[in-house]
């Protein structure tokens, strides 16, 4: 049995369910279960085993036949053994349909909360495959927090992220069942600082999923990270987190926007402010309001070379204001934007925008990257245009470059500028049809500047 199961677990490439037909044909489940259950003293055995039934499982022959060995599914969810344990969890992903649903889930979940780290993970994972299930989601687990240790609140929050980005459906169930009270309880803590940093993390990670602005607005969790930030005898690092998931969380939210603005004199917090400011800004909302006028600072700092990380935060921040993935913004905010950059231009020694974008791009590869990316988002405004088009070392920069790192960051730019220049009244000016000419060539080469289309060679053959 070690030796064909060796042969069977480590096959190179993928086993069908003809090979793993004729693997059971020869060692029937049940001997193979019994075998992990009565634990031979066989050096190897069970690891092995393990190994095999796991690739057995992930075949549609045999994961038809798990349903018929539920028993020995719910002894490997209760064994001593983190392997079996493991391999339990990871059978029930492999059910195709959700049978007795109701017995496995309170020891998918103790395997979760007492499991070792790889028995957590596969646990949640069946979990998450469970909850995808018509009747899955009906079986919300109860509020186990307050009994767990530290480690086990973090799994069970963990948990309700992850069931919560299955769909939109799932999450309005985990809403209406009040869990996610179970995360504003966690920030609210403030006897441990690493379990509440676990927390944030998850709320970064909650953040980023498509459905969760509009169930998040209806919770206190903004209040909560704007008490986080306010508060200036919070911890570092917990402030600087509360800053980055409001960035992602809002797109409007005038509070939280002046909470951020308050950190931004704080030198070890001004980056992660000004990436958040950013990240509000990438929507046309978000983008008005700090237009209006908390936008001065991301600004400021974009042209200011004090500071690398500030700087570069804030490049890419003017990026998601300006929007170079969405419509325009309003009058007013567009008139705020150019306003904000033309009045640092005044008080700098490059005097235009012109210059400012000249002295980005003249500076390191990362800074040189992000300026690419706010040009690409500003140029499809008229007054930008003009200010690069009167700056022909920024023309040659853009579509001369042969650094290899952001080839594609500078492409995007010249495309940019091309797609502008096409579509604007430049277009028809003699003055620029020598810049019209350099983009138009730039662009047709490709991001790696290609050069001339290679021409085969004919010639005699030489003989000797």
């Not at 070792?116 to 596969?122: F, G, P, S």
């Not at 040659?396 to 091309?418: H, L, P, Q």
């Not at 810049?435 to 289309?453: S, T």
């Amino acid at each position: 049995l070690l030796d064909s199961a060796s042969d069977f677990a480590y096959h190179p490439g993928v086993q069908n369910d003809a090979a793993a037909k004729k693997f059971l044909d020869r060692f029937p489940l049940s001997v193979i279960l019994n075998t992990l259950q009565t634990k031979p003293d066989v050096p190897g055995l069970e690891d092995t085993l393990v190994v095999c039934l796991e690739r057995i499982f992930k075949t549609k022959y045999g994961a038809s036949l798990i349903p018929h060995y539920m028993p020995f599914v719910q002894v490997g969810l209760t064994a001593d053994s983190h392997s079996v344990k493991r391999l339990a969890c990871k059978t029930v992903t492999c059910l195709l349909e959700d049978l007795q649903l109701l017995i496995i889930y309170p020891l998918l979940l103790d395997c979760l909360i007492n499991g070792n780290e790889e028995v957590a993970t596969a646990s949640m994972d069946a979990i998450k495959k469970l909850a995808g299930f018509p009747n899955g989601i009906d079986i919300i687990f109860p509020n186990l927090v307050a009994q767990c240790s530290s480690l086990g609140r973090v799994r069970v929050l963990s948990l309700i992220v992850k069931l919560f980005s299955v769909s939109r459906s799932v999450a309005s169930v985990i809403f209406k069942a009040n869990l996610l009270t179970l995360l504003e309880e966690g920030v609210s803590k403030k006897n441990d600082t690493l379990e509440t940093l676990s927390i944030l993390e998850l709320l970064y990670e909650l953040a980023e999923i498509q459905h969760s602005a509009e169930f998040l607005s209806r919770t206190t969790l903004l209040q909560l990270l704007c008490s986080l930030i306010g508060n200036s005898a919070t911890e570092t690092i917990l402030r600087s987190r509360a800053i980055m998931i409001s960035g992602r969380l809002l797109s409007k939210a005038k509070t939280v926007i002046s909470a951020i603005d308050g950190r931004l004199q704080d030198s070890d917090e001004c980056e992660s402010a000004l990436e958040a400011l950013g990240q509000i800004g990438s929507s046309i909302q978000g983008a008005t309001l700090l237009l209006l006028p908390a936008a001065r600072h991301v600004i400021d700092a974009a042209f200011d070379r004090q500071g690398h990380g500030k700087q570069l935060a804030a490049l890419h921040g003017i990026a998601n204001i300006a929007g170079k993935t969405r419509s325009e913004l309003n009058a007013d905010a567009e008139e705020s934007l150019r306003h904000l950059i033309y009045e640092v231009a005044s008080r700098s020694s490059k005097l235009t925008p012109s210059g400012l974008f000249l002295s980005v791009l003249q500076q390191a590869a990362e800074i040189r990257l992000a300026g690419y990316r706010m040009i690409t988002g500003l140029v499809a405004r008229p007054w930008c245009l003009m200010e690069l088009c009167s700056k022909q070392e920024i023309i040659n920069t853009v579509t001369d470059e042969t650094t290899k790192i952001g080839m594609e960051a500078r492409y995007n730019c010249c495309k940019a500028i091309c797609k502008a220049f096409v579509s604007s009244e430049l277009v028809s000016d003699p003055a620029f049809a020598g810049i019209g000419e350099k983009l138009d060539e730039a662009v047709r080469r490709g991001p790696y500047l290609a050069r001339k289309e290679a021409q085969p060679v004919v010639m005699t053959e030489q003989r000797f």
